[in-house]
């Protein structure tokens, strides 16, 4: 499966950015990880084939997962953003074939 994500970029801290995934197959599950410097690649929202999502406990309030089937994709909306959310978000895709990761999109926030 193809990913490609957009929606990266410099903001400053209290700004928003809305992440896309779009895929070249429909998701089962998908979602988004991260991974800022110097420290392990951790979950930041998945969402179900049912809609059900989760969120990583930093995010609860401020990020909003959510999927249009019908384009294959998957959005992240990143409000209230903070410092500590600057690194590399990566898109997975999941479905009977496995597991497949998107290349990156890089989110700074400014303090």
């Known amino acids: 499966v193809q990913l490609v994500e957009s929606g990266g970029g410099l903001v400053q801290a209290g700004g928003s950015l809305r992440l896309s995934c779009a895929a070249s197959?429909?998701?089962?599950?998908g979602g988004w990880y991260r991974q800022a410097p110097g420290k392990q690649r951790e979950s930041v929202a998945s969402?179900?084939?049912?809609?059900?999502?989760n969120y990583a406990d930093s995010v609860k309030g401020r990020f909003t997962i959510s999927r249009d089937n019908a384009k294959n994709t998957v959005y992240l909306q990143m409000n209230s953003l903070k410092f500590e959310d600057t690194g590399v978000y990566y898109c997975?895709?999941?479905?009977?074939?496995?597991?497949?990761w998107g290349q990156g999109t890089q989110v700074t926030v400014s303090s």
């Open positions: 997975f895709h999941g479905d009977a074939g496995g597991i497949n």
């Open positions: 197959r429909s998701f089962f599950t």
């Open positions: 969402i179900s084939s049912g809609g059900a999502s």
